[in-house]
């Protein structure tokens, strides 16, 4: 037992109190208010926490980037859409200056703008350099990768299949790159209504954060359908997507009811509540503690918990907080796998010397 009455035991030792960057520490909402605590019935035994969790190195660099340009620059910063779907980081990011717009028409002519982790179309980027906007991309590189995927395959006279949700920010981008030439699927049943130019050119790409089953099971179809059909050397979901799918499935299989911390527009947060579903647990999808109810936990005596990709550990240990009023007394590490990814920021950024203050007209290059 420690000070607090309960006891952590660590199947492989990551400690949920600790969070590995510094965005784990946001600990209050961005308006300055307290947060509704939930009241649970007294019956909670254990919390098996999943590991991997929380946010991914993509993440990291998107909110670093509009910190670095907050902190050297100054506010306003304009950015296009949610930088990563969270409304606590939004809203925290909004609070130190930065303006979260839906179009580009919102932003100033010659005003500093950052596309989110997301990725836009190249429709976007002419826009951008046609109104002399100052732009940093926060792309997540591994969504980049994709968008030269399909260059390629389109170049290549390919007709580009492309397992997603048509309305996700990520798909939009990506389907910009060769609108003409990519289909957007989501579920196997559709695979039998795709009508291409030429069956023997078929080329299919994912988005980053679907179910790893699910596009397994869209790709097995392509491929008798297809039998022709190429793809990347791998499937293009993510490292993270994949391994915090693998931990919500083990932490899943032990108990009875599974709380995914992230948001309900979060494609991979939402993968992860069906994910523990699928693996028989009960799973909810809540934005923070405060959506906890009460019933979800009668009679259970074992809960699981963990976060989507853009989720800050704040929330995570808010939510633990909460569940040792219902009764916990110990905390089960379940970690599957140990990330030590790092993405590199934008040259614009790496060449800011640390902790100056420069001219906003010399930030970026028109792109």
Known sequence: ???????????????????????????????????ERSQLPVALEEIFLAGPRGFCAGVERAI??????????????????????????VETLRAKGAIFVEDL?????????????????PAVRDEARARGLRVIDATCPLVTKVHIEAIRYAQDGYTIILVGHE????????????????????????????????????????QTTLSVEDTQAVIEALRQRFPGIVGPSRDDICYA???????????????????????????????LREVAEAAGARAHLIDDPGDIR??????????????????????????IEVLKRGGVTTIHEVQVVDEDVRFALPRELTEIPSGSRQDRSRLFSHQ
């Not at 005003?111 to 982790?117: D, E, P, R, T, Y």
């Not at 019933?295 to 995570?316: C, H, I, K, M, Y």
């Open 167 to 206: 309305d996700h920010d990520e798909v939009i981008g990506t389907t910009g790159e060769a609108p003409a030439r990519i289909r957007v699927i989501s579920s196997v049943e559709e695979v039998a209504a795709l009508v291409v130019a030429d069956p023997a050119k078929v080329a299919y790409l994912t």
């Open 64 to 89: 670093e980037i509009v910190e670095k340009v907050l902190g050297v620059y100054g506010a306003p910063v304009y950015v296009r859409k949610e930088i990563v779907h969270n409304r606590h980081v």
């Open 241 to 271: 997507t994949q391994n915090r799918q693998a931990a919500v499935r083990a932490v899943a299989s032990q108990v009875e009811v599974v709380l995914v911390l992230g948001a309900a527009n979060s494609s991979n947060a939402c993968r």
């Open 294 to 319: 009460p019933e979800w936990f009668s009679g259970v005596r074992q809960v699981g918990v963990t976060a989507g990709a853009s989720t800050p550990e704040f929330l995570v240990r808010e939510t």
């Open 105 to 121: 028409a919102e932003v100033p002519d010659g005003a500093l703008v950052i596309f989110s982790a997301h990725g836009v179309s």
């Open 1 to 35: 037992m420690d000070g607090e009455g309960y006891r952590i035991e660590k199947e492989r030792a990551v400690p949920y109190t600790g969070g590995r960057y510094r965005w784990a520490r946001w600990g209050e909402p961005a308006d300055g208010t307290s947060r």
